[in-house]
């Protein structure tokens, strides 16, 4: 077992009892580091790297003709002109982040997560009852095992 000092309190403690908590944030694809309040608003992802939607290898913003911004993969050519282009970088990230928060997938799936949710309370609430059943039926038994046992003595 792995047992840790701790220098505020001098104590010595487990990793069970230990609170794992983030120190710093960084984008898996570019290792740049960022302060959590910038990871919270780009949704855990820094402001340059993206994930292509067709092959998922790492989209990055480009710069194009008449000083036009868009995001492009390297690997597929996947791009987004036409659909989403900005004249500032900065403004990509808003866009695209708006545009996955209104989707009607998210919409679809969230439906689908309180359906199964919905599904899992009624079984769980189903599981209970039978339970209950089974004590009270047991109990009735025993009960009147020794009512009946009691009656003939």
């Known amino acids: ?10 104590h010595v403690t487990s990793k ?5 908590d983030v120190d710093s ?3 898996l694809n570019c ?7 910038e990871a919270m608003l780009y949704s855990m992802r820094c402001s340059k790297c993206w994930e292509c939607p ?3 290898s790492t989209a990055v913003t480009c710069h194009g003709a008449e000083n036009c911004f ?17 004249s500032v970088p900065e403004q ?3 866009k695209v982040i708006n545009l996955e928060r209104d989707t009607h997938i998210r919409l679809k799936t969230a439906l689908l997560v309180d359906a199964f949710r919905a599904k899992a309370q009624e079984q769980h609430r189903e ?9 009270r039926s047991s109990f009735a038994r025993s009960s009147f095992a020794v009512g009946v046992l009691g009656g003939l003595s």
């Open 1 to 10: 077992a792995q047992t840790y000092f701790c220098d505020g309190c001098s």
């Open 16 to 20: 069970a009892d230990l609170q794992e």
């Open 25 to 27: 944030y960084f984008c």
């Open 31 to 37: 290792l740049e580091n960022m302060p959590s309040s």
């Open 54 to 56: 067709v092959c998922f």
């Open 70 to 86: 868009y995001i492009a993969c390297g690997s597929c050519r996947w791009n987004t002109r036409g659909y989403i282009e900005s």
């Open 92 to 94: 990509l990230v808003p």
């Open 127 to 135: 599981k209970e009852n039978a339970q209950r059943a089974r004590r």
